[in-house]
Nanobody
Framework: QALLAESGGGLVQPGGSLKLSCEFS????????LGWYRQNPGRGREFVAS????????MYEDFAKGRFTISRDNVKNTLYLQMNTLKPEDTAIYYC?????????????????WGQGTQVTVSS
C-alpha cells in the first residue's frame, strides 16, 4: 500500500520560510512524478509544483516560480518543498501527490496517491 506522509507545516510570518517534507513508501515510485498541491476551505486543490523521478525536470505554477523550490531524494524516499518569501495568500493545506508522469501530475484527477496534508499558515 502506497503511503505519502507530509511534515514541516506550521505558522510563519510573512516573508518567512518553511520547508515541507513528504516521505513516500509502500511501493516503488520509480519513474513516477511527485508533486505538491494546496487547498483552502471551499476551494479545489491547486497545483503548486512537481518533479520527475530523476529530479532533473521540474514544473511550477506561476505563483510559486522564484519563491518555491521542489526537490526529491530517492535514497531517502523523500520529497521536499522549500518555500521562501511566504505571503498570507500561501496559507493552505499542502498535499504531497504522486502520478505516472510530469504530464499527468498537473491534472488533479490523474493523481494516483495523496498524502494526508500539512497546514501552512502565513500570518503576523
Amino acid at each position: 500500500q502506497a503511503l505519502l506522509a507530509e511534515s514541516g507545516g506550521g505558522l510563519v510570518q510573512p516573508g518567512g520560510s518553511l520547508k515541507l517534507s513528504c516521505e513516500f513508501s509502500g511501493r516503488t515510485f520509480k519513474n513516477d512524478a511527485l508533486g505538491w498541491y494546496r487547498q483552502n476551505p471551499g476551494r479545489g486543490r491547486e497545483f503548486v509544483a512537481s518533479v520527475s523521478w530523476s529530479g532533473y525536470s521540474t514544473m511550477y505554477e506561476d505563483f510559486a516560480k522564484g519563491r518555491f523550490t521542489i526537490s526529491r531524494d530517492n535514497v531517502k524516499n523523500t520529497l521536499y518543498l522549500q518555500m521562501n518569501t511566504l505571503k498570507p495568500e500561501d496559507t493552505a493545506i499542502y498535499y504531497c501527490a504522486a502520478a505516472s508522469s510530469l504530464a499527468t501530475i498537473r491534472l488533479v484527477d490523474d493523481v494516483m496517491y495523496w498524502g494526508q496534508g500539512t497546514q501552512v499558515t502565513v500570518s503576523s
